[in-house]
């Protein structure tokens, strides 16, 4: 019964953010509007080769999909096609409405909207306008909504009266280091280590041996809490995507985060990187 409410709620507390960015076409106007739908996104189904890790489909799947229509499909890709295949629940859809899921917490909800809202504003721009042209181009646009839809939510989340965690607000000269960090599980480094060894046991044709070591990580990484159900050549071709992840070894993620670094503001950086129509342009505005 809140709904409206709810999204109401959020979609003025980005825009706030969008006007302060100076991202507003004329004035308070703000194009295209933030507009969001709180429900339950579809299922989206991911195919790779096995000899390799490339994002080869994308087919949305209804909501509703159970765990073991999730595994058939999977299976049978596997069978018929030999092809990975995942079907993954996702975090958004830019759809206008954007598509975002209901029941998540309120910081990563704030995170998922503007981060949709971001495809919205570049659609109209040359970064979004060329995004499908190559594979690059997919992984700047993802990168760049990931990076600016983070700190646009967190500013609005913060606006409606959230509080950041502490280690995302202290800044890198005053952290303290501990010496049981080396010895604490870290996901980001043993996702990076999974993935650059399948990158190498592919690369030397060795496809079995990729895929038995990707399940006795997988279970590595249920062991200690996070509950992946399926770690495949899918799997990577998906989250490296978004190069700002574990799941990637994209130069991008780095290049875009030293990028935003040079910038006042992230309205600044949104500005200057949606004006992309390349990722050789990008390094060219990038190395200048």
Same mark, same amino acid.
């Given at each position: 019964?809140?709904?409206?409410?709810?999204?109401? +709620?959020?979609?003025?507390?980005?825009?706030?953010? +969008?006007?302060?960015?100076?991202?507003? #076409?004329?004035?308070?106007?703000?194009?295209?509007?933030?507009?969001?739908?709180?429900?339950?996104?579809?299922?989206?189904?991911?195919?790779?080769?096995?000899?390799? +890790?490339?994002?080869?489909?994308?087919?949305? *799947?209804?909501?509703?999909?159970?765990?073991?229509?999730?595994?058939?499909?999977?299976?049978? *890709?596997?069978?018929?096609?030999?092809?990975?295949?995942?079907?993954?629940?996702?975090?958004?859809?830019?759809?206008?409405?954007?598509?975002?899921?209901?029941?998540?917490?309120?910081?990563? #909800?704030?995170?998922?909207?503007?981060?949709?809202?971001?495809?919205?504003?570049?659609?109209?721009?040359?970064?979004?306008?060329?995004?499908?042209? /190559?594979?690059?181009?997919? #992984?700047?646009?993802? /990168?760049?909504?990931?990076?600016?839809?983070?700190?646009?939510?967190?500013?609005?989340?913060?606006?409606?009266?959230?509080?950041?965690?502490?280690?995302?607000?202290?800044?890198?000269?005053?952290?303290?280091?501990?010496?049981?960090?080396?010895?604490?599980?870290?996901?980001?480094?043993?996702?990076?280590?999974?993935? *650059?060894?399948?990158?190498?046991?592919?690369?030397?044709?060795?496809?079995?041996?990729?895929?038995?070591?990707?399940?006795?990580?997988?279970?590595?990484?249920?062991?200690?809490?996070?509950? +992946?159900?399926?770690?495949?050549?899918?799997?990577?071709?998906?989250?490296?995507?978004?190069?700002? #992840?574990?799941?990637?070894?994209?130069?991008?993620?780095?290049?875009?985060?030293?990028?935003?670094?040079?910038?006042?503001?992230?309205?600044?950086?949104?500005?200057?990187?949606?004006?992309?129509?390349?990722?050789?342009?990008?390094?060219?505005?990038?190395?200048?």
């Amino acid at each position: 019964k809140m709904r409206a409410d709810v999204e109401e +709620i959020i979609e003025a507390g980005i825009s706030s953010v +969008i006007v302060d960015e100076d991202l507003s #076409t004329v004035g308070q106007f703000i194009f295209p509007p933030v507009d969001i739908r709180l429900g339950d996104p579809p299922k989206l189904l991911i195919t790779s080769p096995r000899d390799r +890790i490339e994002r080869v489909h994308d087919v949305l *799947l209804s909501t509703d999909v159970t765990l073991q229509e999730r595994e058939a499909i999977e299976s049978q *890709l596997l069978t018929e096609s030999d092809m990975a295949a995942l079907v993954e629940n996702i975090g958004g859809l830019a759809t206008y409405p954007a598509s975002i899921p209901k029941n998540q917490p309120m910081r990563w #909800t704030f995170q998922a909207a503007a981060h949709e809202w971001m495809h919205h504003y570049m659609f109209f721009r040359p970064l979004g306008q060329n995004m499908f042209k /190559t594979s690059e181009m997919i #992984t700047l646009n993802e /990168t760049v909504a990931s990076i600016a839809g983070d700190e646009m939510g967190d500013m609005a989340y913060v606006l409606l009266g959230g509080e950041l965690p502490a280690e995302d607000i202290v800044e890198a000269s005053e952290d303290v280091h501990d010496e049981n960090d080396e010895l604490a599980f870290d996901f980001n480094r043993e996702m990076r280590q999974t993935r *650059l060894r399948v990158d190498n046991l592919l690369g030397q044709g060795k496809i079995d041996e990729a895929e038995e070591y990707m399940e006795k990580r997988r279970l590595f990484f249920v062991e200690n809490q996070y509950s +992946i159900r399926k770690l495949n050549q899918a799997y990577f071709a998906f989250y490296g995507t978004y190069a700002d #992840t574990a799941a990637s070894v994209s130069p991008i993620g780095d290049q875009l985060v030293r990028f935003r670094s040079f910038m006042p503001d992230v309205g600044m950086f949104i500005r200057t990187v949606s004006g992309v129509s390349s990722y050789e342009e990008f390094l060219e505005m990038f190395s200048e």
